[in-house]
């Protein structure tokens, strides 16, 4: 399990997030929703270990992830599909694939069958470069890198920003798929709101940097979370 515990994190004098505290299961998705700024990439950054928390802790599956490098991090099984994407551009899908290879074992490192069933274009696209892919295949590209690490705690920053309904779609099934496999924890960072509740099982709304609701999906206050979210 993950278990951020009242975290702090600023930027210089600016704090981003105050005292957030949350948790994601194996077997389970855990939205993180809010407007722009309110912190959802920050968090992110955090548990990674991209950005550092002034006060707090988080741990995973036991073991306190304070201090380690975000590589130390992907060692353990935690993995990020980062808002933006992140391809490199002149790499071939192939080989952004493969720098999913870096925290594996030698004898692990291969791409698991499954990432093209989930996603077959990438499978036809192997050859070509990530920059000239469409912003829902870099998307596609994005998680799959992210499950070639074979993470036990899978991050995807706002994977529906500025894609396709057939890709969102695409992106659904491809989350159903991973939580009924059940071996990973699975953290869903959206601005979508309905793309967020067909899928969650658990939700934390931001606002300003503070959680400002949270709960069971089956709970959801619609109302007073369609008020968060808007401007
Ligand atoms: N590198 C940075 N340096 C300084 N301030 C930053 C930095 N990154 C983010 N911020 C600020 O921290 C706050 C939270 O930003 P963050 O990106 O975490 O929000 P977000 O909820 O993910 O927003 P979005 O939906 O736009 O991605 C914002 O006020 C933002 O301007």
Request: with cysteine; hydrophobic share 40%; proline share 5%.
């Amino acid at each position: 399990m993950l278990k951020v515990d009242a975290i702090d994190l600023h930027y210089g004098a600016a704090q981003a997030l105050r005292r957030v505290s949350m948790e994601a299961r194996p077997g389970e998705v855990t939205c993180v929703l809010g407007r722009n700024g309110v912190g959802k990439t920050s968090l992110m950054r955090a548990i990674i270990g991209q950005q550092r928390a002034s006060a707090g802790s988080i741990a995973w599956e036991g073991a306190a992830l304070d201090g380690l490098s975000p590589h130390q991090r992907a060692r353990r099984g935690v993995a990020i599909a980062p808002q933006g994407r992140e391809i490199f551009p002149l790499l071939t899908v192939r080989e952004n694939l493969e720098t999913g290879y870096a925290p594996l074992k030698r004898t692990e490192r291969s791409i698991p069958d499954d990432i093209f069933s989930l996603f077959p274009v990438l499978r036809e696209m192997m050859r070509r470069r990530g920059g000239d892919l469409s912003g829902g295949q870099q998307q596609q590209l994005a998680i799959a890198r992210a499950l070639v690490t074979r993470p036990r705690l899978i991050l995807l920053d706002e994977p529906t920003e500025g894609i396709q309904p057939s890709i969102i779609k695409d992106i659904g099934r491809a989350i159903r798929y991973l939580r009924e496999r059940g071996d990973m924890a699975i953290v869903l960072v959206e601005q979508y709101f309905d793309f967020a509740r067909e899928l969650a099982d658990r939700f934390y709304i931001l606002d300003r940097g503070e959680v400002a609701l949270s709960g069971d999906a089956t709970g959801l206050d619609a109302p007073e979370v369609k008020r968060l979210l808007t401007v």
